[in-house]
């Protein structure tokens, strides 16, 4: 963990969403309107020395977009922050979770996560965890004019040796290191490789930091939106860190 606290972003102690650091994200549909991951009954606690947000039940679905059925409630930065071009840079953050009604064995039917976007590319590192199993995801979005079918994709990664246990609501630290110039990114979990990779296709330029409560259920071409059933969580979040040491 980073002793310095220069690059402290965030520690979410005040007990409320700071709209200077955050806002609800909303994302253009191409025909002129916008969808904004925002559920109506989501409420923001005070809990483990961050901020907790809870979704219960989830409602906010959509029969034929992934992007945009995935994200319940998802808040991101207000500001960006760019990746160096020569000096690995890295992001933290510290984070728990707790899912209701749901198989908090599987990572897909609900989540919190630690989310890592750059738009201009569409590259996403994620950290995400039910309170009783923890992931990474590694994709590059399906975004008009940015990517296409062929580009895109979506990894979802467990590491079942990495030794490290998790409960609901147990706080871990998480840590994603990205080497622009080299193509790398590495999830760190505890201080613990978790996920590496050594091929990005395209280096992010300027991530935005996000935290939220997700589903990752594919759209069914027939039944649409398959994501919501019942099923509700909570997340806390603490000390979101930005540094190039």
Known sequence: MLKTETNLYDDMSMGRVDPSKWKVLSFPMGNGENWVWEEPKAKIASRNGGLALTVDPFT????????????????????????????????????????????????????????????????????????????????????????????????????????????????????????????RAEWILDGKTFFKTESIPVAPKDITVGWGLFTLKPVDPEKGSVSVHGQGATGVWKNFRYSIP
């Open 60 to 183: 906010r679905k959509h029969d034929k977009i992934h992007m945009f059925d995935d994200p319940k409630q998802l808040y991101a930065s207000t500001r960006t922050f760019p990746v160096s071009r020569d000096q690995v840079t890295v992001f933290e953050a510290e984070m728990g979770a707790e899912t209701y009604r749901s198989n908090a064995e599987d990572l897909q039917d609900a989540f919190a996560g630690l989310i890592l976007m750059d738009f201009a590319t569409g590259m996403i590192f994620d950290f995400i965890t039910t309170g009783k199993k923890i992931g990474a995801i590694y994709e590059r979005l399906l975004i008009p004019g940015v990517t296409d079918e062929k580009k895109a994709f979506t990894y979802l990664i467990e590491s079942p040796f990495s030794g490290v246990r998790t409960k609901p609501e147990m706080m871990h630290h998480y840590t994603v290191r990205i080497d622009a110039q080299k193509k």
